[in-house]
């Protein structure tokens, strides 16, 4: 059993993410908050359907990512497939009670669960860039990389989504939920201009 969440494995292991959704080369990491509750459908457990898909952050950002033209299509072979990999901050499945709890905290750089995220660390040293999602996910970067200054930002307010700081390899948004899927194509098309300055994707 785990400590952290008396679950016995995360999702992350459960569905073999680093073995069957890792990219050749990791272009970008994407970091969210969590994978919702234990009723929660998980990012890369396959949907059904695409018309019907429940995870609104997979949905939302697969769209916005094919709509813009990042990806080939709006699946997540094509999300691997042009070196992306998605992972949270917090891996535990938690009721949004707590998340939220801990949102608030981050907001000061004091959450508790991302104070020593760990298994962040390897893909951030390997991702050409970096897409940071909310509160949650800034607190785990900022305990992991002095890249990530730990300033308080209004991530839901400009001049966000943007780059952390200037010529930073850190880009920052919201994160995608419920609430803000609405925004999901302005932040995909946002991140489209911030690689493109990277030379990250070849062909956007």
């Known amino acids: ?14 569905h073999e993410v ?11 990491f994407i970091i969210g908050e969590n994978p919702g509750d234990k009723t929660s459908q ?3 457990e396959k949907p059904l359907s695409h018309s019907s898909d429940g995870v609104v952050v997979r949905r939302a950002l697969l769209r916005g990512l094919h709509q813009h033209g ?21 891996r535990c499945q938690l009721s949004s009670a707590i998340v939220s ?40 970067v900022a305990n992991v990389t002095t890249e990530f200054p730990r300033l308080p930002r209004k991530i839901s307010m400009l001049p966000f989504p943007a780059e952390v700081q200037l010529s930073s390899r850190l880009f920052l948004s919201e994160y995608i939920a419920w609430r803000s899927e609405k925004k999901a194509p302005d932040l995909c098309e946002a991140f489209k201009k911030f690689s493109r300055g990277r030379v990250v994707f070849d062909d956007v």
């Open 70 to 90: 990042v990806i080939q299509e709006p699946t997540l072979e094509s999300f691997r497939d042009a070196g992306f990999l998605f992972d949270h901050a917090i």
């Open 101 to 140: 709890a801990e949102r608030q905290k981050a907001i000061r750089y004091v959450s508790p669960r991302v104070e020593n995220p760990t298994h962040l660390a390897p893909w951030l040293t390997q991702a050409v860039v970096v897409w940071v999602m909310g509160h949650l996910a800034s607190n785990a």
């Open 18 to 28: 680093e073995r069957r959704w890792l990219p050749r080369t990791l272009k970008c």
């Open 1 to 14: 059993m785990l400590v952290c969440c008396g679950a016995a494995s995360h999702q992350w292991e459960k």
């Open 42 to 44: 998980y990012f890369y």
